[in-house]
């Protein structure tokens, strides 16, 4: 009886240890990097991060074929855009550092926020540019909601799915 005890004592913890570093892991690749920055921001945290790990994965060196840069891969012209917009001094050898990254593409996230009236467009317009979904908006046009009835670039609606379902899951992991 004992040693039937000691087996499903060992078989119950083993489950609970696999099921911890599942967890764990999990955690590991959804982290919040510069959450003092990302809260600050005013825009929503799951929004940012999602973003983040379909850019760059949070690396804070990536760099595109493009010359995106940084952990939310901003071109250069796009943060000096956001730069002036908000006077904030512009420093290109910045882009790398994550926390300057990382607010400054928040800032450009909030203002596609209010330029595109849906979210799947404003994230549309992250990964496409603002002129090329404004352009689709007028030749294809939206839905009711400010959805746009039709992303012509496959790139950019994959990369709409991934922040979506990035998305759900840091909503579930954290809200």
């Not at 967890?23 to 959804?30: D, H, I, K, N, R």
């Not at 840069?69 to 290109?92: H, K, R, S, W, Y």
């Not at 352009?135 to 709409?160: K, N, S, V």
Request: charge should be positive; charged fraction near 20%.
């Amino acid at each position: 009886m004992r040693k039937r005890i000691l087996t499903i004592f060992a078989v119950g913890t083993g489950a609970v240890t696999v099921m911890l570093i599942a967890l764990f892991s999990v955690w590991a690749a959804y982290r919040r990097p510069y959450r003092s920055v990302v809260e600050a921001s005013g825009v929503e945290p799951a929004l940012v991060y999602a973003v983040m790990k379909a850019e760059s994965g949070f690396s804070a060196s990536a760099k595109s074929g493009a010359g995106a840069v940084g952990i939310m891969q901003l071109l250069p012209a796009t943060a000096e855009f956001v730069c002036d917009l908000n006077g904030i001094p512009f420093d290109a050898a910045r882009l790398y550092d994550g926390g300057y990254n990382t607010e400054l593409g928040c800032l450009y996230l909030k203002y596609l926020l209010k330029r595109f009236p849906c979210t799947e467009t404003a994230i549309a317009a992250y990964n496409a540019g603002e002129g090329t979904v404004a352009r689709w908006e007028r030749e294809i046009g939206c839905t009711q909601d400010g959805a746009l009835r039709r992303i012509p670039f496959p790139e950019t609606e994959r990369y709409l799915k991934k922040v979506q379902k990035f998305r759900k899951i840091y909503l579930f992991l954290y809200h």
